[in-house]
């Protein structure tokens, strides 16, 4: 089972950047997103598809759509550039399984 | 606050055995589920396998990559969980985290095969 996710995504400033992620599974499992910066264990950023965990700011959030689930950005900030990868189960929940991972780029 | 703190990686020869321990605290360990997950150098994030807690009567899953020669397992007593790797192949060289894959991680342990 594979999630698939964009390479990298590109944004300036202030403006909003959107990740997707695609899984078969999807519609029936959740996802989760986490970001990671060189050097640092990931960091949760979206749970349960999307719900925002306490201290992550609200400018992160989470969307659903059939096979498709989207972390968006909005307003990022230079502070957001890092990896992010989304997180779910395959369709018996017993495998879990990552995207490959989005390098978003602030500037 | 809830910690995670992983030990014993090292440097290891391909075919020989580690073992991999998560100590943690603050969490209510015997209900939870640990997750062990790895990064190789450059590479994204691999989930290797999980154990859940005594209500789910510790049933165990592993990735493909690993099953047959990776072994998860816990002692509630110690609030600790283990994994153990043998058969290890140079493509195992990795960062392997335990985690509770919610917001709970430990900082890492580097194996290098």
Same mark, same amino acid.
Request: glycine share 10%; net charge negative; aromatic share 10%.
């Given at each position: 089972?594979?999630?698939?996710?964009?390479?990298? *995504?590109?944004?300036?400033?202030?403006?909003?950047?959107?990740? =997707?992620?695609?899984?078969?599974?999807?519609?029936?499992?959740?996802?989760?997103?986490?970001? #990671?910066?060189?050097?640092?264990?990931?960091?949760?950023?979206? =749970?349960?598809?999307?719900?925002?965990?306490?201290?992550?700011?609200?400018?992160?959030?989470?969307?659903?759509?059939? &096979? =498709?689930? /989207?972390?968006?950005?909005?307003?990022? #900030? &230079?502070?957001?550039?890092?990896?992010?990868?989304? #997180?779910?189960?395959?369709?018996?929940?017993? #495998?879990? *399984?990552?995207?490959?991972? =989005?390098? *978003? /780029? *602030?500037? | 606050?809830?910690?995670?703190?992983?030990?014993?990686?090292?440097?290891?020869?391909?075919?020989?055995?580690?073992?991999?321990? !998560?100590?943690?605290?603050?969490?209510?360990?015997?209900?939870?589920?640990?997750?062990?997950?790895?990064?190789?150098?450059?590479?994204?994030?691999?989930?290797?396998? @999980?154990? @859940?807690?005594?209500?789910?009567?510790?049933?165990?899953?592993?990735?493909?990559?690993?099953?047959?020669?990776?072994?998860?397992? @816990?002692?509630?007593?110690?609030?600790?969980?283990?994994?153990?790797?043998?058969?290890?192949?140079?493509?195992?060289?990795?960062?392997?985290? !335990?985690?509770?894959?919610?917001?709970?991680?430990?900082?890492?342990?580097?194996?290098?095969?």
């Amino acid at each position: 089972y594979e999630l698939t996710q964009p390479p990298s *995504v590109s944004v300036s400033p202030g403006q909003t950047a959107r990740i =997707t992620c695609s899984g078969d599974a999807l519609p029936n499992q959740y996802a989760f997103w986490y970001q #990671q910066k060189p050097g640092q264990a990931p960091v949760l950023v979206i =749970t349960k598809d999307s719900e925002r965990p306490s201290g992550i700011p609200e400018r992160f959030s989470g969307s659903s759509s059939g &096979t =498709t689930v /989207t972390l968006t950005i909005s307003g990022a #900030q &230079t502070e957001d550039e890092a990896d992010y990868y989304c #997180q779910s189960a395959d369709s018996s929940g017993d #495998q879990r *399984v990552f995207g490959s991972g =989005t390098k *978003v /780029t *602030v500037l | 606050e809830i910690y995670l703190v992983e030990s014993g990686g090292g440097l290891v020869q391909p075919g020989r055995s580690l073992k991999l321990s !998560c100590a943690t605290s603050g969490l209510n360990f015997s209900a939870s589920a640990i997750h062990w997950v790895r990064q190789a150098p450059g590479k994204g994030l691999e989930w290797v396998g @999980r154990i @859940r807690g005594k209500p789910n009567t510790y049933a165990t899953a592993y990735a493909a990559s690993v099953r047959g020669r990776f072994t998860i397992s @816990r002692e509630d007593s110690e609030n600790t969980a283990f994994l153990q790797m043998d058969g290890l192949k140079t493509e195992d060289t990795a960062v392997y985290y !335990c985690t509770t894959l919610l917001e709970s991680w430990g900082q890492g342990a580097l194996v290098t095969v």
